[in-house]
């Protein structure tokens, strides 16, 4: 069983949708985070939380840590929201460089 | 600022040939990383570096050797390239995790081996 298991692996939204990413994981942590991959293959640092829940524009984050679980949610969806979205949490008591990352959450909007 | 730097973007390499994948960063980040991208995989971590003059492995080292002899740069050495090195690799860079949270990424370089 993956440390960090995502849902769905694929994901196609009408343009304007409200879009929700889940992320789910098995070990204790300190902190997860979210990233967006694009097309053309570059990968964006969204979000790091520890905890509750994190806005920046269209996007917000939020996290259980009793649930061991983290959403990403996405409001009135875009064409140019198009990307994975990559979830990774860093184990609590890990080394400082290993992240356990999640396979990823392809994201298709519509226009 | 250029923010992270990696070449070559794009390389195919014959069976036991080596290479080195380039990294170097702008932003005065004590922390560094190299990680390989596979297909319906997540990252797994290869090396990473909390300074200059020290590095660690990670997750899959196997194949691969890292030096870190300034801040800016992180090169990675395939030595002996194998099929199973065909990956896109990413080179990342940060604070120290718990004090800003926020990796940046190199656009990836993307390797085969035949």
């Known amino acids: 069983k993956n440390e960090v298991e995502q849902s769905p692996q694929n994901l196609t939204a009408q343009e304007g949708e409200f879009i929700t990413i889940n992320c789910s994981y098995s070990v204790g942590i300190s902190a997860l985070h979210w990233l967006q991959q694009h097309p053309g293959g570059g990968i964006v640092s969204l979000f790091m939380?520890?905890?509750g829940k994190k806005k920046h524009g269209r996007l917000i984050a939020t996290i259980n840590i009793q649930e061991k679980h983290s959403s990403l949610h996405i409001t009135a969806s875009h064409p140019r929201d198009s990307a994975v979205y990559i979830c990774a949490v860093r184990n609590y008591g890990g080394s400082q460089g290993n992240l356990i990352f999640g396979k990823g959450t392809k994201l298709s909007v519509k226009p | 600022n250029a923010g992270v730097t990696q070449t070559p973007k794009f390389r195919i390499l014959k069976i036991g040939q080596s290479m080195t994948l380039q990294c170097t960063q702008d932003?005065?980040?004590?922390?560094m990383y190299w990680y390989r991208q596979d297909p319906g995989m997540g990252l797994k971590l290869i090396y990473y570096?909390?300074?200059?003059?020290?590095?660690d492995k990670g997750e899959v080292p196997n194949g691969y050797n890292v030096s870190r002899s300034t801040t800016e740069d992180f090169p990675l050495r395939l030595e002996l390239a194998a099929p199973s090195q065909t990956s896109v690799y990413f080179c990342?860079?940060?604070?120290?995790?718990?004090?800003?949270?926020?990796?940046?990424f190199g656009e990836g370089s993307r390797l085969t081996v035949l």
């Open positions: 570096s909390v300074g200059a003059g020290i590095t």
């Open positions: 932003m005065n980040h004590n922390y």
């Open positions: 939380l520890s905890s």
């Open positions: 990342a860079s940060s604070y120290a995790l718990e004090r800003t949270g926020e990796l940046f």
